[in-house]
Protein backbone atom coordinates (compact mmCIF):
# COMPACT_ATOMS: atom_id res chain seq x y z
CA UNK A 1 0.00 0.00 0.00
CA UNK A 2 0.85 3.27 -0.76
CA UNK A 3 1.10 5.47 2.50
CA UNK A 4 1.12 8.24 0.72
CA UNK A 5 -2.60 8.09 -1.16
CA UNK A 6 -5.71 9.61 0.65
CA UNK A 7 -7.46 6.56 1.24
CA UNK A 8 -4.32 4.75 3.52
CA UNK A 9 -3.72 7.72 4.90
CA UNK A 10 -6.89 8.52 6.38
CA UNK A 11 -7.24 11.85 4.26
CA UNK A 12 -10.65 11.31 2.50
CA UNK A 13 -13.22 13.78 3.59
CA UNK A 14 -16.02 11.78 5.58
CA UNK A 15 -19.23 11.09 3.99
CA UNK A 16 -21.72 13.98 4.60
CA UNK A 17 -24.89 12.89 7.33
CA UNK A 18 -27.39 13.34 4.37
CA UNK A 19 -29.98 10.34 2.70
CA UNK A 20 -29.14 10.67 -1.01
CA UNK A 21 -26.02 12.48 -2.80
CA UNK A 22 -25.78 14.00 -6.73
CA UNK A 23 -23.42 12.02 -8.64
CA UNK A 24 -21.45 15.59 -9.07
CA UNK A 25 -20.94 15.29 -5.28
CA UNK A 26 -19.94 11.62 -5.01
CA UNK A 27 -17.57 12.09 -8.07
CA UNK A 28 -15.66 14.84 -6.05
CA UNK A 29 -15.68 12.80 -2.50
CA UNK A 30 -14.44 10.17 -4.28
CA UNK A 31 -11.96 12.12 -6.44
CA UNK A 32 -13.36 10.31 -9.76
CA UNK A 33 -15.07 11.92 -12.77
CA UNK A 34 -18.93 11.26 -12.95
CA UNK A 35 -18.14 9.04 -16.06
CA UNK A 36 -16.31 6.26 -13.84
CA UNK A 37 -18.87 6.21 -11.58
CA UNK A 38 -21.57 5.94 -14.54
CA UNK A 39 -19.64 3.32 -15.86
CA UNK A 40 -19.36 1.11 -12.15
CA UNK A 41 -23.09 1.07 -12.06
CA UNK A 42 -22.85 -1.03 -15.46
CA UNK A 43 -20.19 -3.49 -14.16
CA UNK A 44 -21.51 -3.64 -10.71
CA UNK A 45 -25.03 -4.88 -10.07
CA UNK A 46 -25.38 -4.03 -6.36
CA UNK A 47 -24.66 -0.36 -7.42
CA UNK A 48 -28.15 1.17 -8.57
CA UNK A 49 -28.59 4.92 -7.53
CA UNK A 50 -32.15 6.33 -7.98
CA UNK A 51 -32.80 8.94 -10.99
CA UNK A 52 -35.38 11.78 -10.21
CA UNK A 53 -37.70 13.03 -12.33
CA UNK A 54 -35.37 14.61 -14.81
CA UNK A 55 -32.78 11.71 -14.80
CA UNK A 56 -30.35 12.62 -12.01
CA UNK A 57 -29.14 10.17 -10.08
CA UNK A 58 -29.44 10.21 -6.61
CA UNK A 59 -26.92 7.69 -4.66
CA UNK A 60 -27.45 6.61 -1.21
CA UNK A 61 -25.59 6.19 1.72
CA UNK A 62 -24.79 2.92 1.04
CA UNK A 63 -24.01 3.40 -2.56
CA UNK A 64 -21.63 5.68 -1.73
CA UNK A 65 -20.22 3.32 0.51
CA UNK A 66 -20.03 0.81 -1.87
CA UNK A 67 -18.42 3.48 -4.23
CA UNK A 68 -15.36 3.53 -1.85
CA UNK A 69 -14.86 0.36 -1.46
CA UNK A 70 -14.83 -0.32 -5.33
CA UNK A 71 -12.35 2.62 -5.50
CA UNK A 72 -10.08 0.61 -2.81
CA UNK A 73 -9.95 -2.96 -4.83
CA UNK A 74 -9.98 -1.53 -7.94
CA UNK A 75 -7.30 1.57 -7.48
CA UNK A 76 -5.26 0.64 -4.01
CA UNK A 77 -5.40 -3.18 -4.05
CA UNK A 78 -5.13 -3.25 -8.16
CA UNK A 79 -8.21 -5.86 -8.67
CA UNK A 80 -9.38 -6.65 -11.93
CA UNK A 81 -13.64 -5.54 -12.39
CA UNK A 82 -14.24 -8.89 -12.23
CA UNK A 83 -11.68 -9.33 -9.17
CA UNK A 84 -13.29 -6.76 -7.71
CA UNK A 85 -16.78 -8.27 -8.44
CA UNK A 86 -16.21 -11.48 -7.18
CA UNK A 87 -14.29 -9.63 -4.05
CA UNK A 88 -17.44 -8.12 -2.99
CA UNK A 89 -19.30 -11.03 -3.66
CA UNK A 90 -17.14 -13.19 -1.53
CA UNK A 91 -17.48 -11.30 1.00
CA UNK A 92 -21.31 -10.19 1.47
CA UNK A 93 -20.23 -7.09 0.57
CA UNK A 94 -19.01 -6.30 4.22
CA UNK A 95 -17.01 -3.01 4.15
CA UNK A 96 -15.23 -3.13 6.94
CA UNK A 97 -12.89 -6.24 6.07
CA UNK A 98 -11.65 -4.36 2.92
CA UNK A 99 -11.67 -0.75 3.67
CA UNK A 100 -8.01 -0.24 5.54
CA UNK A 101 -8.49 3.29 6.70
CA UNK A 102 -9.76 3.56 10.76
CA UNK A 103 -12.05 6.66 10.04
CA UNK A 104 -13.87 4.28 7.27
CA UNK A 105 -14.29 1.60 9.38
CA UNK A 106 -16.22 3.50 11.58
CA UNK A 107 -18.41 4.28 8.65
CA UNK A 108 -18.78 0.49 7.59
CA UNK A 109 -20.35 -1.77 10.28
CA UNK A 110 -20.20 -5.69 9.38
CA UNK A 111 -23.24 -6.55 6.92
CA UNK A 112 -25.98 -7.95 9.38
CA UNK A 113 -27.81 -9.31 6.66
CA UNK A 114 -25.03 -12.05 6.30
CA UNK A 115 -24.56 -12.71 9.95
CA UNK A 116 -29.01 -13.18 10.14
CA UNK A 117 -28.65 -15.27 6.56
CA UNK A 118 -25.79 -17.45 8.42
CA UNK A 119 -27.83 -18.06 11.34
CA UNK A 120 -31.32 -18.90 9.52
CA UNK A 121 -29.09 -21.47 7.27
CA UNK A 122 -28.16 -22.98 10.43
CA UNK A 123 -31.80 -23.51 11.93
CA UNK A 124 -33.05 -24.75 8.75
CA UNK A 125 -30.58 -27.22 8.39
CA UNK A 126 -31.32 -28.65 12.55
CA UNK A 127 -35.26 -28.09 11.19
CA UNK A 128 -34.48 -30.57 8.26
CA UNK A 129 -32.23 -33.10 10.33
CA UNK A 130 -35.19 -33.40 12.45
CA UNK A 131 -38.19 -33.89 9.86
Given at each position: ?20 FKIGEV ?105
Amino acid sequence: MNEGTPETAGILPPIPNKLYFKIGEVSSLLAVEPYVLRFWETEFPKLAPKKTEKGQRMYRRKDVELLLQIKHLLYEKKFTIEGARQHLLQEGRSPAKSVPTHSQQSLFGADPLAVIRTELQSILELLTRRA
